[in-house]
């Protein structure tokens, strides 16, 4: 089974440092994608970034990029020059092969993270 | 171009009575999955459709669940005799193609609480 785990259940960072949060998982599967989602207090569910298990390079979009190391499976998130608007909560999360050919997302249980003023 | 569309927002039942948790996918888009996320936890996967298919629904409780997407109308989870502990965010994601990199769209939810 395909699991996902974010071992930081809070973060507070100052505003406008860098930070990074974490996401290690464990699959069989050589084939695999990594998304990464925020969700403000509104509760909706925003995709930010995916690193595919055959990416080259580590995937960036904008602020946003994604350490991968797949020898250590681990796939953290960094945020650049954070905000005050990037208080949330973020998963991380795994595309895991499901029935008929079926692709669902493996979710972590999430890191709060807050930016301080 | 709209996105994924859940209604209602909220919906509060009480005990025993039915929840119809509605979702319009993304024109287009002819993949639904519906994920159930309970307090301070992240999202769980239910069930995967497709018009009027339903491909995969390992994640789904075997008793009181069920879900369809017909060939017209929204995808719609039912729950029949709710329960407190039925009470969480369901999130339904379309997507275009059976593996979609950044297609999973997400819809805003439906907060269902069971009083």
């Not at chain 2, 859940?6 to 993949?31: D, T």
């Not at chain 2, 519906?34 to 239910?46: A, D, N, S, V």
């Not at chain 2, 669940?65 to 719609?76: D, H, N, T, W």
Request: charge should be positive; include cysteine.
């Amino acid at each position: 089974a395909q699991k996902i785990t974010q071992t930081q259940p809070g973060m507070f960072v100052q505003e406008k440092e860098a930070v990074t949060l974490d996401c290690t998982y464990d699959t069989s599967d050589p084939s695999y994608g990594l998304f990464w989602y925020k969700q403000p207090s509104s509760g909706e569910m925003i995709f930010l970034i995916y690193q595919g298990s055959y990416d080259q390079q580590n995937a960036t979009e904008g602020r946003y990029s994604l350490n991968f190391q797949k020898a250590r499976k681990s796939a953290n998130l960094v945020i650049s020059a954070s905000q005050l608007g990037d208080s949330a909560m973020y998963f991380c999360a795994m595309r895991e092969k499901g029935l008929q050919g079926a692709q669902k997302l493996v979710f972590g249980q999430g890191t709060r993270l807050t930016i301080n003023p | 171009n709209a996105g994924v569309m859940q209604n209602p927002r909220h919906l509060v039942r009480r005990r025993g009575q039915e929840a119809r948790l509605r979702c319009s996918p993304m024109k287009g888009h002819s993949h639904v999955y519906w994920y159930r996320q309970l307090p301070e936890e992240g999202l769980k996967f239910m069930v995967y459709l497709q018009k009027e298919n339903i491909i995969d629904e390992s994640g789904m409780p075997k008793e009181r669940f069920s879900a369809e997407f017909p060939k017209e109308g929204p995808s719609i989870l039912r729950i029949q005799q709710v329960v407190r502990g039925d009470s969480a965010a369901y999130f339904c994601a379309s997507s275009p193609r059976i593996e979609a990199n950044y297609g999973y769209t997400f819809g805003s939810g439906t907060r269902l609480t069971v009083v």
